[in-house]
């Protein structure tokens, strides 16, 4: 079986890899260090309420397509929405993943995955919900990164 970090690697450092924090934050750091007399642009990208925001159908579809052996553990888990209660009220959770499920972050590194390999940026590195992309402003801007147009 493929590690589960090899899914989402070279861009996606946030699970599965040893040392994605530090990779990360070295990759920007020489990015800009190499880059500093040409005209480039360093974007950084934080998912609002990243963990929440996934999409059940989106997430079971691509837990179908890459990792098919955890497909009925994910899909009894979140195939249906889940209640929350709260005092004499019932919540009814149909997105996101549950705070500290530990497959969190590799169900919302699936689900980004596509979006993360899509960028043409020469740096384009995630660290689960936080990209950074560099390059000429022309490449690095493209209006899927557009809040409005990003559905995970």
Request: hydrophobic residues 40%; aromatic residues 12%.
């Amino acid at each position: 079986m493929q590690p589960m970090g090899e899914l989402s690697r070279p861009e996606q450092v946030g699970y599965g890899t040893r040392g994605g924090a530090e990779a990360a934050v070295h990759s920007a750091s020489l990015f800009v260090t190499q880059n500093e007399k040409d005209c480039q642009v360093l974007l950084k990208l934080d998912f609002k309420n990243a963990f929440n925001t996934v999409f059940g159908d989106k997430m079971l579809l691509e837990v179908q397509k890459c990792v098919p052996q955890y497909f009925l553990f994910v899909y009894q888990m979140y195939g249906q929405p889940s209640n929350l209660f709260y005092g004499d009220q019932i919540l009814s959770s149909a997105r996101g993943v549950q705070q500290g499920d530990p497959l969190g972050p590799l169900l919302f590194c699936l689900v980004t995955r596509e979006l993360s390999k899509f960028l043409q940026s020469p740096f384009n590195c995630w660290y689960l919900d936080d990209a950074t992309v560099g390059g000429n402003s022309d490449i690095v801007y493209h209006p899927r990164l557009g809040a409005k147009h990003v559905q995970v």
